[in-house]
């Protein structure tokens, strides 16, 4: 269910931010970044990324 969600979410950024509408890769890796800098932010990532 988290990857679904992360589908999601990288869905809602390509719509959101203009920039990272032409790159699937570019879309992915700001998710990333996104989960460093805050990983507590959605509760499916603490389930599925444990470091």
Partial sequence: IGKRVDRHLMRWARWKYKRLKPSQARTRAW?????????????????????
Avoid at 31 to 40: D, I
Avoid at 42 to 51: G, I, N
């Fill in 31 to 51: 998710l990333q970044e996104v989960r460093k800098r805050k990983p507590g932010l959605f509760a499916h990532w603490t389930l599925r990324y444990t470091t």
